[in-house]
């Protein structure tokens, strides 16, 4: 669809080439869109693409969902996850840009609910997004901890400090008494 849209395609199948320019690829079932790649937009959300090829967008507001209630402990398999470097195979990536991430399979393992399956229901990719939430839910049940830390710290340097106060206090008394409690000096005649 559009001028010299599909241009490069020649013998694949089921090819979708959108936007005038867009020429493609000889990749059967796959498709390509003019103008979205530098194409800025600060005010939108991800789209994401189901197994049925279908294109949506997460939403997060409450008035889409059921059952809310705190994360709580289910973030704490996030510390199961296995972060790894790699490269796509030569026929979805031929330049073989470094990536980093996750093995769906291996997340499989840990929580299968943090895997997007395919057609056949095999582990086919991890939901990011889905990570991102563990891993502020952590976040925050670490600073909570971090803050009470600082608030024992605190009251332990008060405490601290009024002891070293009293202390002092009292070396002052004992120091007094002790100065009081001297003999006079005697004055020896040596003729």
Not at 17 to 26: F, M, R, S
């Amino acid at each position: 669809m559009g001028d010299s849209a599909g241009l490069n395609v020649t013998t694949a199948s089921n090819v979708i080439c959108i936007g005038a320019g867009v020429q493609g690829e000889t990749v059967n079932n796959s498709c390509y869109i003019g103008n979205i790649f530098g194409s800025t937009s600060s005010n939108g959300v991800a789209v994401f693409v189901n197994s049925n090829g279908r294109l949506g967008t997460m939403t997060s507001s409450a008035r889409f969902k059921d059952e809310i209630k705190p994360m709580n402990n289910a973030s704490e398999a996030f510390f199961s996850l296995k972060p790894v470097t790699f490269r796509y195979k030569k026929g979805a990536d031929p330049q073989g840009i470094p990536q980093f991430g996750l093995v769906a399979e291996e997340v499989e393992k840990v929580n299968p609910d943090l895997v997007v399956r395919d057609k056949e229901g095999k582990a086919y990719s991890v939901r990011y997004e889905q990570v991102n939430a563990m891993l502020l839910n952590e976040f925050l049940k670490e600073h909570r901890k971090v803050e009470k830390l600082e608030a024992t710290v605190a009251q332990q340097h008060k405490d601290f400090e009024s002891a070293v106060a009293e202390l002092n206090g009292q070396i002052q008394k004992v120091s007094a008494q002790l100065g009081s409690s001297k003999p006079a000096p005697q004055v020896v005649n040596n003729p």
